[in-house]
């Protein structure tokens, strides 16, 4: 780790800082409910996918709270909510060694064999 | 546009694969009973099927309207949409029982002007006047603080679910398959209601202060909830509608559940009022203006097309 500071997902921005902000972990309770990282699966989806963040005084009302802003419109049939203080982010200042390495590595794409048409989901 | 941009804009495409069913009304508004047949089973009386659904048609519309004035006003964004979200569940099974009320009954539905494209549904619930309205004196209540709100929404949602479960085996096929459908939409709504009642019951003094304040303005009025008509007794008679008298047991100890949950008792404080006002047309001041609001943009454009 390049800077040493600790980053966690918020509100689906990649990454933000821990240290020297409030993340509700471990504090009395502040007038602002802990934020929560919803991800929904839709009713073809095979994975859950990241949708947004909201407010939530405690897990089962985040739950419950996703189920009102998220799937108003029949978009799933699964939610899971996870405490975004609870998720570990890398950090932007690691972009360069972390990803672009990858970049140039053509040999790692299976793209050199011939997938038969009748497998599905690759 | 880089990277980012495009994997933000696929995440609902990912969930819908495309698929534009989740708009539940399409892009327009049809008959919502097409495709139904309304006939009238053998052994109902057509005026007071019609009654019946008017007025647990008006109970949902004016407490819809009600819970839709905390739009923009609840303590969070969250439970703003929440409150929202059950308005329109409520304003769903208005719609339905409207224009159920509308083809049973014809002579219900206020007369319009020579062209107007009002729906039936729509002129009862934006037409009529306050003494044709038929809802209880209970749903025309002002809101309050979140938490008269809330022991109101349990108390009233506790008592839909017990009634719409009954009604889901009502003799005509409308009825119960309207019932069906609430019953899922009001069991999220006392859930909702109940867990934000304990919350509140054991979150700080001030929330229990409050909690114990709204349960004693709204419990003098619960009894109202179980006061029947003429014509919901002839309703359970005929055997397409439920008497809500006989709910009250099944309703009570439901509430008595969350009570508990909550740690506290039932205030000892005698039931308000005398009979059935709001079912018979009497209302109270605050009912006139509601409607006010709520109809005055259908009545200033009665050949206005939405």
């Known amino acids: 780790m390049t800077t040493g500071q600790k980053f966690s997902a918020g509100g689906g921005h990649g990454a933000i800082p821990l240290e020297g902000v409030s993340t509700g972990l471990g504090e009395p309770p502040q007038p602002e409910w802990p934020l929560y990282e919803i991800f929904v699966r839709g009713k073809r989806g095979l994975n859950h996918v990241h949708v947004g963040s909201l407010h939530a005084a405690d897990d089962e009302m985040a739950v419950r709270h996703a189920r009102d802003v998220y799937t108003r419109r029949n978009e799933g049939v699964s939610i899971w909510a996870v405490r975004a203080d609870l998720i570990v982010a890398s950090s932007p200042d690691e972009k360069d060694p972390l990803f672009d390495p990858a970049g140039d590595k053509v040999y790692r794409h299976p793209t050199f064999y011939d997938i038969p048409a009748n497998v599905p989901h690759m | 546009m880089d990277d980012l941009d495009l994997d933000h804009e696929s995440v609902y495409d990912g969930l819908l694969g495309g698929d534009s069913s989740q708009w539940a009304f399409g892009t327009d508004f049809e008959d919502p009973l097409a495709g139904v047949d309304t006939m009238i089973p053998a052994g109902v009386d057509g005026a007071a099927l019609a009654a019946y659904c008017l007025m647990l048609g008006d109970d949902a519309l004016i407490y819809a309207h009600r819970l839709s004035e905390w739009t923009s006003n609840a303590p969070d964004l969250e439970d703003d949409i929440a409150l929202a979200n059950i308005a329109l569940d409520l304003l769903g099974q208005a719609r339905l029982l409207l224009a159920r009320a509308a ?118 009025t619960y009894a109202e909830l179980s006061r029947s008509t003429q014509v919901e007794t002839l309703a359970s008679e005929q055997r397409f509608g439920v008497d809500p008298a006989v709910l009250t047991e099944e309703v009570d100890a439901v509430v008595d559940h969350v009570l508990a949950m909550a740690a506290l008792e039932r205030p000892d404080l005698p039931p308000s009022g005398t009979g059935p006002m709001g079912r018979i047309g009497r209302h109270t001041e605050e009912m006139g203006h509601l409607l006010a609001e709520m109809q005055v943009v259908a009545r200033a454009h009665p050949l206005g097309k939405w």
């Open chain 2, 103 to 220: 083809a049973a009954d014809a002579s219900v539905v206020p007369q319009m002007p020579e062209g107007s494209p009002v729906p039936p549904e729509d002129a009862l619930a934006f037409f009529r006047d306050e003494h044709a309205f038929r809802n209880m004196g209970y749903v025309e209540a002002l809101n309050g603080d979140f938490a008269v709100t809330i022991v109101r929404l349990l108390l009233f949602s506790s008592h839909r679910l017990a009634l719409l479960q009954r009604l889901a085996t009502s003799v005509d096929p409308v009825l119960s398959a309207i019932a069906a459908k609430g019953v899922k939409e009001v069991t999220y709504h006392r859930d909702y209601a109940g867990r934000w009642f304990v919350t509140l019951a054991g979150g700080t003094e001030e929330s229990r202060r409050r909690l114990v304040a709204g349960l004693r303005t709204v419990w003098p």
